[in-house]
């Protein structure tokens, strides 16, 4: 039974996170975003990553989980989150590295989504210098959709390149 368990994805194994079911919904989605990652990025080599998309999807994210989550917690971005956002699509990070931004902003982004109250989900939030309104719940809401989105990109370019490196 534990084995078939673990074996289903993250919103079939369980039920109560000690949250508001809206919000496990998400949390399941970001982990199920971790296992995929985890799963698919096993094989490119750092040329692959960046001579593809891969490189950029992996970066972007990192970053604009990060960033989206921010606004979420009602803050504005740091310089740190400028920068990083203009050196995005350009390579450099190593796997390594863009593996363990995922994490990062995952855990900050699954500490926020815990933390919403439901009866804050109509509260508003701000997105980008213009201060694009939002909902908080609609920001969480698309927090995960768009990590969801790019490993979805992800898994595709990763199959691609595994393709390519059979004879």
Known sequence: MEEALSSREPWLR????????????????????REDIAKHTLGPTENQIWASALGFHLNHLAGSTDRLTTYLLGASLS????????????????????LQAIESAIRKAD??????????????????????????????IHIAEHAQRHTGQIITTCHVLAAIRQP
């Open 14 to 33: 369980e039920l109560d996170l000690g949250v508001h079911p809206a919000l496990a919904q998400l949390l399941f989605s970001l982990q199920q975003v």
């Open 79 to 98: 310089d740190s989150q400028l920068a990083d956002l203009a050196r995005e699509k350009h390579p450099g990070p190593t796997l390594e590295s863009m």
């Open 111 to 140: 500490r926020a989504i815990r933390a919403l109250d439901p009866t804050e989900f109509g509260s508003p939030r701000y997105i980008g210098r213009r201060r694009i309104p939002t909902t908080a719940i609609g920001l969480a």
